[in-house]
C-alpha cells in the first residue's frame, strides 16, 4: 500500500463513502435471498427448554451467576463476562435445570459450559435498566452500559462491542461504518431488520458514534437491497442529526466483510495485523447497532436476534426472531420442518457456515442464518483434479493471494514458502474454491496450513529461545572461566612479585649484612 | 434430534469443470479448423483424428503405469487439447508416423513423466511439434499451397493415401509442383537472404492482404476464438495482449526504418502461427506464468524470441521454441512478479 500522510488518511477516513472503491476480486454470486424474505419476521412458539452457552463471544466464556434449580427471570444475569468476555442473560422466565458441558454451535465442534433453563412460559421480565439520557452521558459510561447488556458483534465474529467501540489507534476515529452489506447468498436477517426497524439502527447508530467519539455514520447496503435504501434513508431524516449517510454498494461478495468494506468505502486496506481503527474507522453491524438502541433505551440486554432458516432443505423459508438456546431444530420446525430431500445444515451462510452434525445444538449470539441444502445444492459436476493453474482462484482473492501457488506448497509442505506467500492474510471467503475447476478444497488446505505455520513458527520460536539460552549459558561459563584464568594469573604474579621482593630484600640484607662486616673489619 | 454428515465450506460446489474448460478451448479452435480445412483440405482434419487417437492411446497407457484412475482423466480433454493444437502446426498431408511420435513425446515424456495433468513445466503440443521438427524435417515442411492457388486440392481419399501411404497420387495433369509450396514465411526468409526486398518478394502469389495467401483468414478465425476465450474468461487476457503487442511494437519500427529488408507489423502477425500460439498456446496455465504482470512478461518474451529466431534464426517460425523457452523462465518470472498482499 502507497504511504499516506497523516492529514490524507483523515480525509479518506473521514469523506468514507463519498466515493465508492474496487476491491480485488470476489464474486457475482445468485442471491437466493428472496425466498425467506417473503413474511415479516415472526416469533417461534416458546420452546420448552434452553440451552444457553456461556461462551457466545470472542474472548473467555462467562462465569455461571445461577445454581441448578434457582429461578431466573427474563434478562437476568446468568453468566459474568470475564476479561474480554462479555456477559450472558437469561433470555426467559424459568427454572434453571443445570450447569453442564454440552456440545456447542461453534465452528470448532468443542463442548462447552451450558445454563439449561426450563422455561415457564410466562416471559416475566426482571427491572430493565434503560440508559436515560444517553447523550449527556460520558462515551466510557455508554460502553459500559453496552457492556453490561452482553453486546457483541452480530456481523459474525461476536467481538464484545464495548471494547471494539473503546479501541483506538494512532489517529482519531473518523467515521462509524455501520456494515449492512450482508454479502452471503441466502442470508436476509440484516435486511429485515433494516426493512422492519430502521429507527431502531439509525438510534443505534448515534448512540454507537457517541461512545466511538466518530464524527459521522456511513450505512453500507447492498444495491440489490431495493426498499431498504429509502427506509432507512426516511429514519435518517427523521431520527437522525444530519451525520448519517446510507450508502448503496455493488453486490460483491464479500464486501460485507470488515476489510472489504473498508476499502469499498474509502480505497484504504486496513493494515495486516492490524483494525480498521488504526485507519481512524470503527465498523459494527446494523443488528448490533439495533442491540445497542434496545440496551438504552428499552433496557434490554441481547437475549434474542433474527435468524433466517432457509434454504431448498426447509419447508417455508423465512426468518424468525429467535430467543438464544433456542435449539436450531426447533426454529427449522417454525419453518415448516425439513424436506424429504434434506442432506446438510449449515450455520451462516453457503460459502462461510459450517455445518451442525445435529441439529440439537443451541442458537447463539453469532447465529444469523441456518442454511438447509438439499442434495442437489451440494452434487458436484465432477471429482477433485489436479490443479491446472487457471489462476482463476488468484483473480478471484479479496487478499490478493494466489492459492494455486499455496496450493503447489502446502501440499509440498515447504512451510516458509506457505508463510511468505501470505496464508495468513487468506480471510477463508471460498471465493477460490467456488471458482476451481478442478474443485479442490483450496479453504480446507489453507485453514489446515495457517494452523501448521503458526506451529511452526511457535516451534521455531521456542528452538531459537532454547538456542539462545544455551548460548547465554556458554558465554557465562566462558566469562567464569576466563574470570578465573585471570585470578589465577594474578595471584601467581602477585606471588612472583612477592618471591622477587622477599629476594630483594634479602639481596638487601646480604648486602647491609656484607658492609657491616666490612665495617666491622675496618673498625 | 437428526444427524447430518461432517463437512466443510463453502457449501455450493464448483459450476465450472476442467473438462467444461478444455471444452470451451476445442470450441474456440472450431472455426479456424474449419477455416484450415476450406484452405488446405480435409488433411487436417485427419491430422487431429490421428493425433487425438494417438494421446488418447498413450494417456490411457500412462494412467494404467501410474495406477490412476483411466475415466475422470481421459474424459478431461487435455490430451485432446494437445492433440489438436500440435495437429494445427503441421503440413496437412505429414505421414501418420510424424503424429504418433510427437504424440508419443509430448504424453509421455512432456506429460506424464513430469506428473500428469497440471504439473507438465514444458508445453507438451509444443514439446511433441519441436521433437518431430527438429527430427523429420524433410516431412514438416511438405506444405499445400491454399485453395486459390493450387491448381488442385486433395479430397478426402488422396489425403487419406497420402497421410498413410506416404506418397501423393495425383491427378495427371497436374504436376507436384502445383500443389505444395513454401510457406510465406519461409518465402520471406530465403527472400530475404537472398537480399531481395520484401516488397518485390511479396509480389509472389501466396502473399496475401497483409499475411500469407489463405493463413491471414485462418489467423482471423483464430483471433476470433481468442476473443471468445477471453469472454469466457478461459483464458487471461495478459498473455495474448503481451505477444501481440510486443510482436507489433518491435517490428513497427524496423519496417518504418528499413521497408525493404523488414516485413510490415501485420505480415508478422498474420503469417505463421503466432495468432494461433498467443491465444491458444502460450495461454496454457500449466506450463505458463501465474502471477498477472507474470503472464505479461511471458508475453512479451514469446513474441521478442519468436521475432529473433524468425529474424536470425535457422526455423521461418520460431514460436514453439519462444514457448518452451518462455516456460523454462517461467517459475523464476513468478517468483518475482507475485501480486502484493492486502494490508502488505
Known sequence: MSELTAAELEQRTATAGDRLHRFHGGLRLRHNKKISCQDPVRHPVLPRELVVPLLQHGGPPATPRVRPGEQVLKGQLIGEAQGRGAHVHAPTSGVVRDVERRPMAHATGQAGDCVVIRCDGEDRWCDPAALDHWRDASPAALRAHIRQAGIVGLGGAVFPTDIKAGARGAVPIQTLVLNGAECEPYISCDEMLMREHPRRIISGALMLRHATGAGRVVIGIEDQMGAVKKSLDRAAREGGDGTVTVVRIPTIYPEGGERQLVQTLTGLEVPDGGYPHDLGLVVQNVATAAAVHQAVVDGRPMIERIVTVTGNGVGHPCNLLALLGTPVGHLVEAAGGYTDDVARLVVGGPMMGYPLRNDGEPVVKATNCLLALSHDDLRPAQAEMPCIRCGDCARVCPAQLMPQELNFQIRARQWDEVDSLGVDACIECGCCDFVCPSHIPLVSWFRYAKGEVRSQLRERAAAERARQRFEAREARLERARQEKAERLARRKKKLQDQAGRKKQIEAALQRAAAKDDTDGGSG | ?344
Request: glycine share 10%; charged share 10%; hydrophobic share 55%.
Open chain 2, 1 to 344: 434430534m437428526r444427524e447430518f454428515e461432517p463437512a466443510q465450506a463453502p457449501h455450493m460446489p464448483s459450476p465450472r469443470t476442467v473438462q467444461g474448460v478444455m471444452g470451451q478451448v476445442l470450441l474456440a479452435l472450431l472455426p479456424g479448423i474449419v477455416a484450415h480445412a476450406w484452405y488446405f483440405g480435409p488433411g487436417i482434419l485427419l491430422q487431429i483424428l490421428l493425433a487425438s487417437a494417438f494421446a488418447l492411446a498413450f494417456e490411457a497407457a500412462m494412467l494404467r503405469l501410474r495406477s490412476k484412475p483411466l475415466a475422470p482423466f481421459l474424459l478431461d480433454g487435455s490430451a485432446v487439447v494437445t492433440a489438436v493444437l500440435f495437429a494445427l502446426c503441421i503440413p496437412p498431408l505429414a505421414p501418420w508416423w510424424i503424429a504418433a511420435v510427437a504424440m508419443g513425446f509430448a504424453i509421455i515424456v512432456a506429460k506424464h513423466l513430469f506428473g500428469g495433468l497440471g504439473h507438465n513445466v514444458f508445453n507438451p503440443a509444443m514439446v511433441g511439434y519441436v521433437v518431430v521438427l527438429i527430427s523429420f524435417p524433410q516431412a514438416m515442411t511438405q506444405w499445400l499451397a491454399p485453395r486459390e492457388l493450387a491448381e488442385w486440392t486433395p479430397g478426402l481419399v488422396a489425403s487419406i493415401q497420402a497421410i498413410f501411404s506416404g506418397s501423393l497420387s495425383l491427378p495427371a495433369t497436374v504436376g507436384i509442383d502445383a500443389v505444395t509450396g513454401a510457406t510465406p514465411l519461409d518465402a520471406l526468409k530465403t527472400g530475404i537472404e537472398q537480399g531481395r526486398f520484401v516488397e518485390e518478394i511479396r509480389q509472389a502469389p501466396i502473399f496475401g492482404d497483409f499475411g500469407g495467401l489463405g493463413w491471414e483468414w485462418i489467423a482471423n478465425w483464430y483471433l476470433l476464438g481468442g476473443l471468445f476465450l477471453l469472454w469466457r474468461r478461459v483464458i487471461a487476457w495478459q498473455v495474448p495482449v503481451a505477444t501481440l503487442f510486443s510482436v507489433l511494437a518491435l517490428t513497427l519500427p524496423a519496417w518504418l526504418l528499413d521497408p525493404g529488408a523488414n516485413p510490415q507489423p501485420l505480415q508478422h502477425v498474420f503469417s505463421g502461427g503466432l495468432v494461433l500460439a498467443a491465444f491458444f498456446i502460450a495461454t496454457d496455465p500449466v506450463s505458463g506464468c501465474a502471477s498477472p504482470r507474470g503472464r505479461l512478461l511471458f508475453g512479451l518474451g514469446v513474441g521478442l524470441i519468436t521475432l529473433v529466431i524468425r529474424r536470425w534464426g535457422g526455423y521461418p517460425d520460431g514460436i514453439a521454441f519462444a514457448v518452451l523457452l518462455m516456460n523454462m523462465a517461467a517459475p523464476l518470472i513468478d517468483r518475482y512478479t507475485r501480486p502484493r498482499i492486502y494490508g502488505r
